[in-house]
C-alpha cells in the first residue's frame, strides 16, 4: 500500500499533535517542538485509514474556478453574493452597492484591486469584530494581523499575536465570528483540548454548526 505523503510539518510550543487534511486533501501536521519525525510517520500509518478518508473527501469536493473578472460574475461578501459590474463612474477602484462596481481603468489588473480591496475590508471588520469579543470574553490579543496564509483561517501566537485569514471576508459573518474566537480562546488555551472546547462552546453555544459551515464551504471563500 502507498505511504501517505507528509505535505508540511508545523511545529511550535504546542502540547499536541494534529493531523489536518487540508482542502487541497494534502496532509499537514502541526506537532510540538521536539516530537521525533519517526514518531510522527508511525502516527500517520496508525491513521491512515482516516487520513485517506478525510482526502478522498476533499477530493470529491469540485474545486471552486478562478475568477474571470467579467461582467456577471459573481463575488461574495460577508455571505451575500454580488454580481461584478466594470464601470467608468465611480470613485474609487471599486465600490459595493447592490453590484461590486470596478473601476474600468483598472479591468486589466482586477484580481490585484479586487484582492486589495477584499483585504482592506478584512482589515475593518474582521478587527472589529475581534476587539468586540475582546472585550466580551476578556481575551486580549497584543496585535491583530490580517494574513494570506493559503491553509489556515486563524492562527495565535505565543506572544499574544493574532491572525485572520482575509479570505474570511467572504464568508457570512456568524463564521467570521466563530473564526475570531476560536484564536482568542487559544491566547489561553493553546490545544484542542475539551477544556478549550468548553471555554469556546460558553462563548459560541453553536460553535459545531459555524465549524461545520466552514469546513464544507471554505472552498468557496476565493477568487
Known amino acids: ?79 451575500e453574493s454580488y454580481k461584478l459590474k466594470i464601470v467608468d463612474d465611480i470613485v474609487g477602484d471599486v465600490e459595493l452597492k447592490d453590484n461590486l462596481l470596478l473601476s474600468q481603468e483598472k479591468a486589466s489588473c482586477a484580481r490585484d484591486v479586487v484582492k486589495k480591496w477584499y483585504k482592506s475590508e478584512a482589515e475593518k471588520k474582521i478587527k472589529e469584530r475581534c476587539e468586540w469579543y475582546s472585550r466580551l470574553t476578556g481575551y486580549k490579543p497584543l496585535s491583530i494581523k490580517i494574513s494570506n496564509a493559503k491553509k489556515r483561517w486563524g492562527s495565535s501566537g505565543y506572544r499574544g499575536t493574532v491572525n485572520y485569514n482575509w479570505r474570511l471576508i467572504m464568508a457570512p459573518m456568524e463564521i467570521i465570528d466563530y473564526v475570531v474566537v476560536h484564536e482568542l480562546v487559544h491566547l489561553e488555551q493553546r490545544d484542542h483540548s475539551r477544556l478549550f472546547w468548553d471555554k469556546v462552546k460558553s462563548i459560541q453555544p453553536d460553535f459545531k454548526r459555524r465549524r461545520t459551515w466552514l469546513k464544507d464551504n471554505g472552498r468557496t471563500l476565493s477568487i
Open 1 to 79: 500500500m502507498q505511504e501517505i505523503e507528509i505535505s508540511k510539518i508545523i511545529r511550535s510550543k504546542r502540547r499536541t499533535i494534529a493531523l489536518v487534511v487540508t482542502h487541497d486533501a494534502t496532509l499537514v501536521i502541526r506537532s510540538p517542538l521536539k516530537t521525533p519525525l519517526d514518531y510522527l510517520k508511525s502516527l500517520v500509518n496508525i491513521k491512515r485509514d482516516w487520513i485517506r478518508t478525510k482526502m478522498r473527501e476533499m477530493q470529491r469536493k469540485p474545486k471552486p474556478k478562478d475568477k474571470e473578472f467579467i461582467n456577471g460574475e459573481s463575488f461574495l461578501y460577508l455571505g
